[in-house]
């Protein structure tokens, strides 16, 4: 089954330690994006990367990394985590340029991050 | 860089109505326009999506128009049914970078 697969779907964490949200994608898509949801917000890009060993910063980078050494795997990297990061997370991947391909963009499941 | 409004915030509708979520963009180069559904719980799922070089676009009781001269475009459900309670996300996207701006959501409320 052609998937976004994410993980955890669910972390509570505290404030400094170190975490990675990894997201892999079975499709062959070169298009990989993070974007976090907050209630009134919308849908706010983190990151992106158009392939391997390339990525970019979108509209929220700051306090995030990401790494794209494989075609399939995206992680998300919180090297520092501070509550104003808690948040509904999601990776994203397409098949063409940034989601305007015919399918748009395939989402994953959703992580649910809480930093107290 | 691209801003995307969206309108309203919440709408509610009684079964059988029709729906309108109302977008306006702000980069005139956008030339793609995708409509996203997250029901409760779920993840996003392209609905429908229109390119600059149509006006409207159908897919049974779903439709999208768009103005580019207005830089605004929209989303018609029309004959509504309990299931299309959802949030909706309009989004834009331009063709000199890889990104896709989301507008901040809609909360259709089906009416019994």
């Known amino acids: 089954e052609a998937q976004v697969t994410q993980n955890p779907r669910y972390l509570i964490t505290v404030t400094g330690k170190k975490l990675t949200v990894t997201c892999s994608q079975n499709?062959?898509?070169?298009?990989m994006s993070w974007y976090r949801q907050d209630p009134g917000l919308g849908l706010r890009q983190i990151y992106y990367?158009?392939?391997?060993?390339?990525?970019d910063k979108g509209d929220v980078p700051e306090g995030y990394k990401v790494s794209r050494k494989e075609k399939r795997n995206f992680p998300l990297i919180l090297e520092s985590p501070s509550p104003n990061q808690t948040s509904l997370y999601f990776c994203a991947s397409s098949p063409g340029q940034g989601g305007r391909g015919s399918d748009g963009y395939t989402f994953g499941s959703g992580t649910r991050l809480t930093v107290v | 860089g691209e801003n995307v409004e969206q309108h309203p915030s919440t709408l509610s509708v009684q079964e059988g109505d029709s729906a309108v979520i109302k977008c306006t963009y702000s980069d005139s180069a956008s030339n793609y326009f995708p409509w996203y559904k997250q029901e409760l719980g779920k993840r996003p799922q392209l609905i429908i999506d229109?390119?600059?070089?149509?006006g409207e676009k159908k897919d049974q009781r779903i439709a999208v128009t768009l103005n580019k001269t207005a830089k605004h475009f929209s989303l018609h459900i029309t004959e509504t049914q309990p299931e299309d309670s959802a949030v909706y996300f309009c989004?834009?996207?331009?063709?000199?970078?890889?990104?896709?701006?989301f507008g901040k959501g809609t909360r259709l409320h089906i009416l019994p």
């Open positions: 499709m062959n898509h070169e298009y």
């Open positions: 990367s158009m392939n391997v060993e390339v990525t």
């Open positions: 989004a834009a996207s331009t063709p000199r970078d890889d990104k896709i701006i």
């Open positions: 229109i390119r600059s070089n149509v």
